[in-house]
């Protein structure tokens, strides 16, 4: 099965960036989609944004404009980068990986805004 390895969440200042990244543990060149989603206490776990095998991202509205997502297939390893960080955005943040229709998912990392 796929095993899914977050790192890079931490402490960030307001207005500040981090970037995230998610390590499979087999070859996943053979995916439908890869992406990262994040839940906070007391609320749903959402889509931030993710990338299907042809290449379209997708981004949610709270996070467009401020965050890249890419993968590097020969690394089986997908990228989150988020900038402007504001109190809207500290979470668990977890890595996802469909591949048909079986959707595989990392522990988290946990990404906080300091106050």
């Known amino acids: 099965q796929v095993q899914l390895v977050e790192s890079g969440g931490g402490l960030v200042q307001p207005g500040g960036s981090l970037t995230l990244s998610c390590a499979a543990s087999?070859?996943?060149?053979?995916?439908?989609?890869m992406g990262w989603y994040r839940q906070a206490p007391g609320k749903e776990r959402e889509l931030v944004a993710s990338?299907?095998?042809?290449?379209?991202?997708r981004y949610s509205d709270s996070v467009k404009g401020r965050s890249l997502i890419y993968r590097d297939g020969a690394k089986n390893t997908v990228w989150l980068q988020m900038s402007s960080l504001s109190p809207e955005d500290p979470a668990l943040y977890y890595c996802?990986?469909?591949?048909?229709?079986?959707?595989?998912w990392g522990p988290g990392t946990q990404v906080t805004v300091f106050s």
């Open positions: 087999e070859n996943i060149f053979n995916f439908n989609i």
């Open positions: 996802n990986v469909q591949i048909i229709r079986v959707n595989y």
């Open positions: 990338i299907n095998v042809g290449g379209t991202i």
